[in-house]
């Protein structure tokens, strides 16, 4: 079991999709995306498997949910600064994980 205090140490918070484009140089398909997270935490990049689901154009302006405290992960030439969560449909293809009404960008889920 996972404590109250281990579970705080995981920083979720909600932030917009600015840019999201093609990440050709990926092993599985994925996207480069460009989110802003608001003031305090700024503007962060990201590369995720969402080809599936989502086009570039359905992508920007989508606001969604990030671990903002990991560290960076250099994936080929992209340095992914932030994890984009979602759930697996039937056949393991990700979702992306959605607030329902929008909140202002770096809020903290809790």
Same mark, same amino acid.
């Given at each position: 079991?996972?404590?109250?205090?281990?579970?705080?140490?995981?920083?979720?918070?909600?932030?917009?999709?600015?840019?999201?484009?093609?990440? $050709?140089?990926?092993?599985? &398909?994925?996207?480069?995306? #460009? *989110?802003?997270? +608001?003031?305090?935490?700024?503007?962060?990049?990201?590369?995720?498997?969402?080809?599936?689901?989502?086009?570039?154009?359905?992508?920007?302006?989508?606001?969604?949910?990030a671990?903002?405290?990991?560290? $960076?992960?250099?994936?080929? &030439?992209?340095?992914?600064? #932030? *994890?984009?969560? +979602?759930?697996?449909?039937a056949?393991?293809?990700?979702?992306?994980?959605?607030?329902?009404?929008?909140?202002?960008?770096?809020?903290?889920?809790?």
């Open positions: 079991m996972l404590t109250w205090e281990e579970f705080e140490k995981v920083d979720l918070r909600a932030g917009t999709i600015l840019e999201a484009r093609e990440f $050709p140089q990926a092993r599985r &398909p994925a996207y480069q995306l #460009v *989110l802003d997270f +608001g003031p305090e935490i700024g503007i962060k990049k990201s590369s995720a498997q969402l080809t599936h689901h989502y086009t570039p154009a359905t992508l920007v302006g989508r606001q969604v949910l671990v903002v405290n990991f560290p $960076p992960k250099q994936i080929g &030439p992209f340095r992914s600064e #932030v *994890l984009v969560v +979602g759930a697996p449909d056949e393991g293809h990700t979702v992306l994980a959605a607030l329902a009404a929008t909140v202002p960008n770096g809020s903290r889920l809790h």
